[in-house]
């Protein structure tokens, strides 16, 4: 499958542990996106990284969460004492190039649940 | 402030009788419009792009249409395997995708 992988699918927390979340772009792709999905709402835009560079950070809170895209290895969004307002589906997508017009391609998402 | 609003928010058909999704956008320089479905527990799998007024494109029983303010998903003739939530984004040039919450589709059989 050479598509978006995401893991772990889900994930469950206790309130002020740390989740980690991991996506592999599909091959070829240089470009990941992180999006949140609460029920009933539409994909809210988070963060969008390049291999080793942040180029657009303004739908992530400031607080708590970061998200890295390393030379080697997934991209990891990651979010320090986890609160139940944490609770979501967060999407991964993955792109060729930018400002192209190329579709994104998204993983099938982590489900985390905070207890 | 750029918006994408979809209708109807839920639709339920009978298996062969045919409608159409709306997608209507109030943006600043769209650079293209993206149609996807999803399925529960699942990513959004992609469907078409439209980058101009007047473009369509098809795929089996689904054909999109685009104007300058809005996008119809048309669906000819569904079948049970056609229900699932269809979303439309807006792309704003760079990196900025702005998505719609999305139609719930159930066709009944």
């Known amino acids: 499958n050479a598509g978006v992988m995401q893991n772990p699918r889900h994930l469950v927390r206790r309130r002020g542990q740390e989740a980690r979340l991991r996506c592999s772009p599909m091959?070829?792709?240089?470009?990941v996106y992180w999006y949140r999905q609460l029920p009933e709402e539409g994909l809210k835009f988070m963060v969008y990284l390049q291999k080793e560079n942040i180029i657009d950070e303004s739908g992530m809170p400031k607080e708590r969460f970061s998200a890295e895209f390393p030379k080697e290895g997934p991209s990891i969004l990651r979010i320090q004492q986890v609160v139940r307002g944490d609770s979501a589906a967060y999407f991964c997508a993955s792109s060729p190039a930018v400002g192209s017009g190329q579709p994104q391609h998204f993983g099938d998402g982590t489900r985390l649940s905070i207890l | 402030e750029d918006q994408v609003t979809q209708s109807p928010e839920a639709l339920r058909l009978q298996e062969g009788e045919s409608s159409s999704l709306n997608c209507s956008y109030t943006v600043s320089g769209l650079r293209g419009l993206f149609w996807y479905r999803q399925d529960p527990g699942k990513g959004p799998e992609f469907l078409f792009t439209l980058y101009s007024a007047g473009e369509e494109k098809e795929k089996e029983r689904l054909k999109a249409t685009l104007t300058k303010k809005e996008s119809f998903l048309h669906i000819t003739a569904p079948k049970p395997e056609d229900s699932a939530t269809y979303l439309c984004a807006v792309h704003l040039g760079g990196d900025k995708i702005i998505f719609g919450k999305g139609t719930r589709l159930h066709i009944l059989p």
């Open positions: 091959k070829g792709h240089s470009h």
